[in-house]
């Protein structure tokens, strides 16, 4: 075992405890990609909208931002630098319009699944799916999601 990996008890679908190793940097997006159970099409639109997630925001805060005070003597900001708000607002804005696109039904398991890191089989027990379907419904959403993202 190493840092970046751990050992994990998981619940099969046929309700059996197993012992596996983990890798902690990677997402269950990037693990459903890297063995085959999506597109690279579906993988990027995913990424996109994780990353819009993020750029907006939308996650739960630990600890205080402390970056929006003003300093007392501190430099000036140089004119060229992007607004952070303008940035936040705008990666709301998408992604917003991609949750839009996938559709009320479809929602639920891409936020779960791309932006909150859960897997697939505790998206389906969390939304009271059979197991199994999770993988499916997120393959619709992504494909929703990729056509709003022109993603090719």
């Keep these: 075992m190493t840092a970046t990996h751990v050992e994990q008890t998981i619940e099969d679908p046929q309700g059996r405890h197993q012992t596996v190793l983990v890798h902690i940097g990677e997402s269950p997006l990037a693990w459903l990609h890297a063995r085959g159970h999506l597109s690279e099409r579906h993988y990027v639109a995913g990424d996109r909208l ?6 907006a925001g939308l996650g739960a805060r630990v600890t205080m931002r402390w970056d929006a005070a003003p300093r007392a003597g501190g430099r000036a900001v140089p004119a060229r630098q992007p607004d952070p708000t303008l940035m936040q607002l705008s990666a709301r804005e998408r992604f917003d ?14 936020w779960r699944v791309v932006c909150a890191g859960e897997g697939l089989v505790a998206a389906e027990r969390a939304l009271g ?24």
Excluded at 50 to 55: F, I, N, P
Excluded at 101 to 110: C, R
Aim: proline share 5%; aromatic share 10%; glycine share 12%.
């Design 97 to 110: 319009g991609a949750i839009r696109a996938a559709g009320p039904g479809l929602a639920d398991i891409l």
């Design 129 to 152: 799916w059979p197991s199994r379907a999770g993988k499916l419904v997120l393959t619709l959403a992504l494909d929703r999601v990729a056509g709003w993202y022109r993603v090719a």
């Design 50 to 55: 994780r990353a819009d997630w993020e750029k």
